[in-house]
C-alpha cells in the first residue's frame, strides 16, 4: 500500500478536522500523536488561506441586511384589521340571526342527491366527449 494517504490525513489532524492519528489508527498501529499536531512540515489551516496573496474578504455582516426583524412581516395598519374584524363579525350575526328567525331554510337533501348525479353524468360527458371524437376518427367509413 503506498503512503500517499498518509500526509492528507496528517494534514486533516493539523487543520483540526480530526483528532487523532488515523494513519495509525487504519494501519492498527500505536499513534504518533493525539489531538491536532502542529507539523512544521504542513501547513497549519489557521494562518494560510487558499486565496491569492493580497486578497481582502469583507468582513461578517453584524446584522441581517435582508430582513429587519424589528417591523412585522406584513404591514397592515390597525384601521384594515378593525373593518375586516368588522366585517367577518357583520356577516356571522346575519347568519345566525337569519336561521334565528327562520326566514333561512336549509335546502332538502333529497333533491340534491338527484342533482349531484346529474352534475357527475354531464362532467362524465363532457370528458368522453373529446375521445370519442378523435376514435371516430380511426374508424373505417
Given at each position: 500500500?503506498?503512503?500517499?494517504?498518509?500526509?492528507?490525513?496528517?494534514?486533516?489532524?493539523?487543520?483540526?478536522?480530526?483528532?487523532?492519528?488515523?494513519?495509525?489508527?487504519?494501519?492498527?498501529?500505536?499513534?504518533?500523536?493525539?489531538?491536532?499536531?502542529?507539523?512544521?512540515?504542513?501547513?497549519?489551516?489557521?494562518?494560510?488561506?487558499?486565496?491569492p496573496?493580497?486578497?481582502?474578504?469583507?468582513?461578517?455582516?453584524?446584522?441581517?441586511?435582508?430582513?429587519?426583524?424589528?417591523?412585522?412581516?406584513?404591514?397592515?395598519?390597525?384601521?384594515?384589521?378593525?373593518?375586516?374584524g368588522?366585517?367577518?363579525?357583520?356577516?356571522?350575526?346575519?347568519?345566525?340571526?337569519?336561521?334565528?328567525?327562520?326566514?333561512?331554510?336549509?335546502?332538502?337533501?333529497?333533491?340534491?342527491?338527484g342533482?349531484?348525479?346529474?352534475?357527475?353524468?354531464?362532467?362524465?360527458k363532457?370528458?368522453?366527449?373529446?375521445?370519442?371524437?378523435?376514435?371516430?376518427?380511426?374508424?373505417?367509413?
Amino acid at each position: 500500500m503506498s503512503l500517499d494517504w498518509v500526509y492528507p490525513l496528517d494534514a486533516l489532524a493539523a487543520g483540526g478536522v480530526i483528532d487523532f492519528d488515523a494513519a495509525a489508527f487504519i494501519l492498527d498501529k500505536p499513534p504518533r500523536y493525539i489531538g491536532n499536531p502542529r507539523f512544521e512540515d504542513i501547513t497549519n489551516m489557521d494562518n494560510s488561506s487558499l486565496l491569492p496573496e493580497g486578497t481582502k474578504i469583507k468582513e461578517q455582516p453584524k446584522i441581517d441586511e435582508f430582513q429587519d426583524d424589528s417591523q412585522d412581516i406584513v404591514k397592515n395598519p390597525s384601521w384594515k384589521k378593525w373593518v375586516a374584524g368588522g366585517a367577518i363579525g357583520a356577516v356571522l350575526i346575519g347568519s345566525v340571526l337569519a336561521l334565528v328567525t327562520k326566514k333561512f331554510k336549509l335546502p332538502d337533501l333529497s333533491k340534491i342527491k338527484g342533482s349531484v348525479k346529474n352534475i357527475g353524468a354531464a362532467a362524465w360527458k363532457y370528458i368522453k366527449m373529446p375521445f370519442t371524437y378523435i376514435a371516430g376518427k380511426f374508424k373505417k367509413p
